[in-house]
Structures are given as C-alpha cells and as structure tokens.
C-alpha cells in the first residue's frame, strides 16, 4: 500500500493530523454519489455512475447533493447517506 502525505491548505499554525478513512477492498453493494453543487460536478458524477453500472453492474448507485458547496453537508442528509449507502464517492469538478 502506497503512503500518502494530507496537505492541509488551512492557515493553521499547528496543523491537525488525520488519516484516510478506511476504504473498502472492493466497490459492492450500494454506492453513494454526493454532489457537493460545484460546477459540473453532476457532470462528472454522471459519467461516474454510468461507469459503474457497466464496469460493477451488482453495485447499487444512489445519488444524493448537498444544499450548497459553501456549507458541510446537513446533519440530516450525512444520516441519510450513512443508512442508505456502504461508501461513499464525493466528487467536485470546476
């Protein structure tokens, strides 16, 4: 497994460490897409999950968006997703 290096562009003085969320080995079962209402990211999203259909057609993609990309995602919607969904793919596209 590859190391990665998270690069926080924050004007921290002393950055927060994190770590990547734990990904799952394989893409199965129901897959969320979260437009977070960039330009074109549904653009984007839509190429996605028609790749998925073709390439992993046992996969179930459920679609949701957030409000506006200015804000984290409502209380509600992240419940949402987290009963609805096994992972998530988060896309954004200018």
Known sequence: MSAFEIVD???ELAPVRRTLARRPAALRGRVALLDI?????DVLLDRLAA????RLPGVEVKR????T????A?????????????CVIEALAD
């Not at 209402?37 to 990211?41: A, I, L, N, Y």
């Not at 790749?51 to 073709?54: D, I, K, N």
């Open 9 to 11: 562009p924050t004007a």
């Open 37 to 41: 209402r960039k330009p074109r990211g």
């Open 51 to 54: 790749r998925l259909a073709e």
């Open 64 to 67: 949701f968006s957030k409000p």
């Open 69 to 72: 990309f200015a804000k984290p």
């Open 74 to 86: 409502p209380e509600d919607l992240r419940k949402r997703i987290a009963e609805e969904s096994d």
